[in-house]
């Protein structure tokens, strides 16, 4: 005789554990929006700063392209040759940022820097999603715009 109960019970406890996982993935997800916000935030901060610099040495500017459809990647040029997409990857295992530089001479790639986020929009460790050995830590958005925009400066990531 078939005890149903019991088949009923696995089963419950199945879609328990696949809402749980859904449930965690919305987090990270939601988490990993908040800190692009806030790096994309810090990242017009500096292009501030690197503009001034820029200007007293006769060199072209960073300007940031808002496309309202794009609320996961942020646009930015510098003068008419380099261009730069940061952009927010949801769909590996650990949400990263990726930032990829095009420019002269056949407007190919000429770099690209991922920035694995591995902390929250408010700072705090998140667990660790990954791998054995995968970073725990990842860098702040503050260090991550300064890094992006340094790059763009210098048309090459380091």
Not at 83 to 104: N, W
Not at 127 to 144: C, F, Q, R, V
Request: with cysteine; hydrophobic share 45%.
């Amino acid at each position: 005789m078939v005890d149903y109960g019991k088949i009923a019970e696995k089963a419950k406890m199945s879609q328990d554990a696949a809402k749980l996982a859904q449930e965690r993935r919305s987090q990270l997800e939601a988490d990993s929006r908040a800190f692009f916000k806030r790096v994309a935030a810090h990242i017009d901060e500096e292009i501030d700063e690197a503009n001034v610099a820029l200007r007293k040495r006769k060199v072209s500017t960073i300007a940031r392209n808002h496309l309202s459809n794009f609320e996961n990647a942020v646009f930015l040029a510098i003068g008419t040759e380099g261009l730069c997409r940061v952009e927010l990857d949801l769909k590996t295992q650990i949400p990263r940022i990726m930032a990829v530089i095009i420019g002269p001479p056949q407007r190919s790639e000429i770099a690209r820097r991922m920035y694995m986020l591995a902390m929250d929009a408010s700072g705090k460790e998140m667990p660790n999603t990954g791998k054995a050995g995968w970073p725990t830590l990842g860098a702040s958005p503050k260090e991550i715009a300064q890094d992006i925009i340094a790059g763009i400066v210098s048309v090459r990531f380091e």
